[in-house]
């Protein structure tokens, strides 16, 4: 803890500071919660380019801090380690050049032990700028500490989706913690129909958002009806048992190569043990829940679901305002939930400036929103007008979907 902590009462701090540096002890805390599990060996591995190592993600969101919040900071700060800047800044390129992002997993040294006290200094660093920060400078650190904070959040949630992908390569199926449950899904019968109406979306007044949320916006949706539960295993073993896989008909052209070029017959990280089906999950290999909801299927095994089934994803306007009248059940906690919507600009959104501003915006292109959370996300992380995103064939993410479908045809003639 920085000398200034020390001597002075946290009650002294104010309540505004106060709250921001229990929110950075919870979160900092929270990401080696989730990595104690892990041996250094498990903390090494990189799977595949679009996962990172377990240490990387330790590093990188120290870095974050580093580099956005203390460095600009504090005057005479001196970086912990020159070359970690090099090792662990991800995509900005602002930032200066950065090591290759499938190659992560080359990186031995640093060690964990490093990476920890590498974690204790910037942490200390960050303490010591809560405590000591002039009031004139302080509405611009909080800002930067709260997009930190929730940057770590995103990470604490890669975490346990990379780890459950290196495990999958693992023909002994390891398990991330042997207790762990999957969280219960609340079905609901049916589906809730939005008339056609004018709503407004996007996020707005207070409280923390990405800028990819913003700005709020008026949008014209419906007549739709939206499932108000998510597709289960057991109707996706339907699908499965009724060729869908097999069948070309049913599937983006995309989506047929990407199931052809990568053998897609089932869910990722499904099984078939003794003529029945099983999972990897964070706790060992299970049984497929048939009543669960469906995880870890890409856009493109959704969108033939949904063909299949003979309706379609709902578009994230849809899905958002069907979930801001609280009408989705399990729309939050369990699986994120694919949206037929492409990822891109609000009305009048605007990167801000500097290398943060390469947060979101640059990514606006190629990959499709995903609503919700899932059971990976921190609690605190999840909100109604979170934008999550990824490109049309991931599948190890905890995603899933529900169902929608128009009841009128659409035609201005
Ligand atoms: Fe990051």
């Not at 398990?175 to 709503?199: M, R, S």
């Not at 073993?237 to 009724?242: A, Q």
Request: aromatic fraction near 12%; charge should be negative; hydrophobic fraction near 40%.
């Amino acid at each position: 803890m920085p000398a200034a902590l020390k001597e002075a009462p946290s009650d002294l701090l104010g309540p505004e500071r106060q709250r921001r540096l229990e929110a950075f002890r919870r979160v900092r805390a929270e990401t080696e919660r989730r990595a104690a599990p892990l041996s250094p060996e498990d903390q090494a591995i990189q799977s595949m380019p679009d996962a990172s190592p377990i240490k990387w993600h330790r590093a990188h969101t120290t870095w974050f801090f580093e580099t956005f919040l203390v460095q600009p900071n504090v005057r005479g700060y001196t970086v912990y380690d020159e070359r970690f800047a090099f090792l662990f800044n991800s995509y900005y390129v602002a930032a200066g050049p950065r090591h290759a992002r499938p190659k992560r997993g080359l990186i031995t040294r640093p060690n964990g032990a490093e990476v920890a006290d590498y974690r204790a200094h910037v942490d200390a660093a960050v303490e010591n700028l809560i405590a000591e920060a002039s009031s004139a400078a302080w509405p611009g650190i909080a800002r930067i500490l709260d997009i930190g904070l929730n940057h770590e959040e995103q990470h604490q949630e890669l975490m346990l989706t990379d780890i459950l992908h290196a495990f999958a390569q693992n023909p002994t199926n390891p398990a991330y913690d042997t207790n762990w449950q999957p969280p219960k899904a609340n079905p609901k019968d049916g589906y809730v129909e939005l008339p056609e109406g004018i709503h407004a979306i996007g996020h707005q007044g207070e409280g923390y958002c990405f800028d990819n949320e913003g700005p709020s916006h008026r949008v014209l949706v419906g007549p739709v009806k939206i499932a108000r539960s998510l597709v289960t295993n057991a109707e996706w073993l339907g699908f499965m048992n009724d060729g869908g896989y097999a069948n070309p008909m049913l599937w983006l052209s995309d989506g047929w190569a990407a199931s052809q070029a990568e053998g897609w017959q089932a869910p990722g990280y499904w099984q078939e043990r003794d003529g029945a089906w099983h999972q990897l999950t964070l706790a060992h290999l299970k049984p497929i829940d048939p009543a669960a909801p469906v995880t870890h299927i890409s856009y493109y095994e959704a969108d033939a679901f949904a063909r299949w089934a003979g309706k379609h994803l709902p578009t994230e306007q849809e899905w958002e305002v069907a979930a801001r009248q609280g009408a989705l059940s399990d729309a939050f906690g369990i699986v994120w939930q694919w949206t037929r919507s492409a990822y891109s600009p609000y009305p009048g959104f605007v990167a801000c400036d500097g290398a943060l501003g390469e947060y979101n915006g640059k990514f606006m292109v190629n990959q499709m929103v995903l609503r919700g959370s899932s059971l990976a996300t921190p609690a605190g992380h999840s909100r109604v007008t979170y934008r999550n995103f990824f490109y049309p064939g991931a599948r190890w993410q905890f995603t899933g979907l529900r169902l929608a479908y128009y009841a009128e045809r659409f035609s201005l003639t």
